[in-house]
């Protein structure tokens, strides 16, 4: 839930009684028993519960940490984890099911499994963790639920499934409660396993703060960072967020797709269509090794100059309007808020290409080919066949090619939120934009290294298409030599200023009163 909206909680205590307060301030640990159960729970232990022999009850030295009870309705898959995961937390917990004796061994036995009525009477805070078709069945309870809080946990199975969210639906059947809309992006399994770092954040939302604020320290107490996500009218987009499948990536990932189409099928014509049609020669076994790694690279290095040209595009814009206060057209926007995706992709695709171009040498048409060119050699008489411009090249490009993906490593590390949280902005921003941006240069001499002099070289040319290489250096080096004028002293100084606030033209003419007391036409003017 990386980057969702929303505000993190102030954890207040005013309301909730003394008792339950403490334990409810952040980082309050868990107590001993529950701490103890919680590390050897596992997966297996869902049935058998853990705390029978440690349950929280007659043990002089435990008492529960929070003392406050929340209730838990239905006992599927997401009520058993939420009932461990708060028994853990040193929560009293009573579940109300419509067969408590059926389903009482699958809980703690520090739980109370009892019927739905019984089990409302004894809390304030109730978790409905059955599906919102099933909420109609609970209407029964409406008088008992009056005055108390519900959170509701549900998902849908298709984006804005129905007109209304489930959290609106359940609060319009039980008008006399407060829904709080929240923990439905945790799995039951993150529950039970305890929050790591990636699904932390349980996103909350409700149109009574109190009641907001009484569920985002419940979360806090389990181990969750609960997001405020304001009031009821974001419930939607919260059940929305769990059907979403990497919405950032999509994008980056169809250019990425587009790019390997177009390269893939100049290189089939090139490589195997062309020999076929003129030299009637099969060079289908190419496909897999070959055209593919003469693909990836492609791709790889036009999706790593589409990493900075955002950039440069955006400074232009920046020196063009002399501001940096207006606001980039949404394409811009959107590029430059994917460029993190996009260059991943091009790291994956470079990496795939280093390991593609090492296995070169061991294919078996490699060592044919070998062997007929020695064979051939020897036949003609031809002993020394070293090309040293040749020799060169090869270790030049090689080299070059090794270092380009050792560049392009090192970001890819920076991009993790663990290593990126570790670095002040100005490191990480040395890194992506000059060290990309090194990467990207270093890239292009692994380019021209290998590609050489083949782009002036008739036979390179198949029906004549130029060499692949040679169209992948268009949008690169538009960025570096785009870089390379920004970084002239006067560009530079002036694209700093206005990145320090600096605006052409931003000033007021007014006129100033003469000593005479009549107004001079003369005109001064500041930067406001
Ligand atoms: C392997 C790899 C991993 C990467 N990982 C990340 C990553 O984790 N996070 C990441 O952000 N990038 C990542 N990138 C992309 C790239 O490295 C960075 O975005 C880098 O900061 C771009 O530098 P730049 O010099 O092009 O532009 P910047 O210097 O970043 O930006 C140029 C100017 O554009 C404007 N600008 C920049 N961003 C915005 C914006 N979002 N909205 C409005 N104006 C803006 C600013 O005025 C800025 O001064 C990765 C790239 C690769 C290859
Ligand atoms: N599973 C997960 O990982 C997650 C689930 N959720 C949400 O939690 C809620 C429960 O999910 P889950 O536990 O997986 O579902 P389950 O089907 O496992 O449990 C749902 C519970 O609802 C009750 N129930 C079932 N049928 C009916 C019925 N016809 N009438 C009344 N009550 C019924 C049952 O409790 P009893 O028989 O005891 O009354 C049952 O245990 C859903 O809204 C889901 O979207 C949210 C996030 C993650
Ligand atoms: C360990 C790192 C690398 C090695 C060993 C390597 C090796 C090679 C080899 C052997 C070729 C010739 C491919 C062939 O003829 O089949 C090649 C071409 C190429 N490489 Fe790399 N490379 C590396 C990294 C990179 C990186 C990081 C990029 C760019 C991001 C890149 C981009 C290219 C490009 C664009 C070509 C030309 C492809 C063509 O037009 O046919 N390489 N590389
Ligand atoms: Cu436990
Ligand atoms: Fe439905």
């Known amino acids: 839930m990386r980057g969702a909206r929303g505000k993190s909680f102030p954890v207040a205590t005013g309301h909730v009684r003394a008792d339950a307060a403490n334990s409810l301030a952040p980082g309050n640990p868990p ?14 232990d869902m049935a058998k519960p853990l705390l029978g022999h440690g349950s929280t009850e007659g043990d002089p030295g435990v008492t529960p940490a929070s003392g406050r009870t929340i209730g838990v309705l239905g006992s599927g898959d997401f009520a058993r984890s939420l009932a461990i995961r708060l028994v853990c937390s040193g929560f009293k917990v009573v579940v ?12 703690p036995s520090a739980a109370e499994v009892t019927f739905q009525a019984e089990a409302v009477k004894k809390t304030d805070v109730i978790f409905v963790a ?66 790591r770092d990636g699904n932390k954040q349980v996103l909350i939302c409700s149109n009574n703060q109190e009641a907001k604020r009484t569920v985002a320290e419940i979360a806090q107490v389990m181990g969750f960072t609960p997001v405020d996500m304001g009031c009821m009218s974001s419930a939607c987009e919260i059940e929305n967020i769990p059907l979403r499948l990497l919405p950032a990536w999509k994008i980056p ?7 390997f189409l177009c390269f893939f099928t100049y290189n089939l014509i090139r490589q195997v269509i062309h020999p076929f049609i003129r030299e009637q020669k099969n060079k289908l076994y190419k496909i897999p090794i070959e055209v593919v790694n003469t693909t990836l690279p492609c791709v790889s290095y036009v999706l790593l100059s589409l990493v900075y040209l955002p950039g440069v595009l955006a400074a232009c814009s920046q020196l063009y309007y002399g501001t940096k206060y207006r606001r980039f057209p949404d394409w811009l926007d959107q590029w430059l808020q994917h460029r993190k995706q996009i260059g991943l992709l091009s790291f994956f695709c470079a990496a ?13 048409s490699h060592r044919y080919l070998l062997i007929e060119t020695a ?24 080299s070059v090619g090794i270092i380009a993906l050792g560049l392009l490593s090192l970001l890819a590390i920076t991009s993790l939120p663990s290593i990126a949280n570790s670095l002040n902005w100005r490191e990480f921003s040395f890194i992506q934009s000059s060290l990309g941006f090194i990467a990207l240069v270093v890239s292009t001499l692994h380019t021209l290294t290998y590609g050489w002099s083949r782009a ?13 290489y040679t169209l992948t250096l268009l949008v690169p ?12 002293p006067c560009i530079r100084h002036r694209l700093l200023r206005i990145r320090r606030g600096w605006e052409k033209g931003r000033y007021v003419k007014f006129v100033l009163p003469s000593a005479t007391g009549e107004y001079s036409s003369g005109e001064t003017s500041s930067n406001v």
């Not at 109300?96 to 809980?107: D, T």
């Not at 519900?150 to 008008?175: G, M, Q, R």
């Not at 795939?352 to 078996?364: E, K, N």
């Not at 538009?478 to 970084?487: D, E, L, P, Q, Y």
């Open 31 to 44: 107590p001993e028993t529950a701490r103890v159960c919680c590390s050897r729970m596992s997966r297996g």
């Open 96 to 107: 109300g099911s419509r067969n408590p004796k059926r389903k009482a061994s699958l809980f």
């Open 130 to 195: 059955v599906f919102r078709e099933h909420y109609s069945t609970l209407c029964d309870l409406a008088d008992v639920l009056a005055g108390k809080i519900l959170v509701d946990v549900s998902n849908n199975t298709e984006i804005n499934h129905h007109k209304e969210s489930n959290a609106e639906y359940l609060a319009s059947l039980f008008p006399a409660s407060t829904v709080v809309k929240g923990f439905n992006v945790v799995s039951a399994w993150t529950l039970q396993s305890g929050a």
């Open 253 to 259: 990932i169809f250019l990425a797709l587009g790019l």
């Open 352 to 364: 795939l290409h280093a390991v593609y171009s090492l296995c070169l040498p061991m294919r078996r």
């Open 375 to 398: 064979v051939k050699q020897a036949v003609e008489k031809k002993m020394n066949i070293w090309v040293e411009e040749e020799v060169w090249r090869m270790e030049i490009y090689i």
């Open 456 to 468: 002036f070289d008739e036979n390179q040319y198949k029906f004549y298409l130029p060499p692949t």
């Open 477 to 488: 080096c538009t960025v570096i030599i785009a870089k390379v004028i920004f970084s002239l």
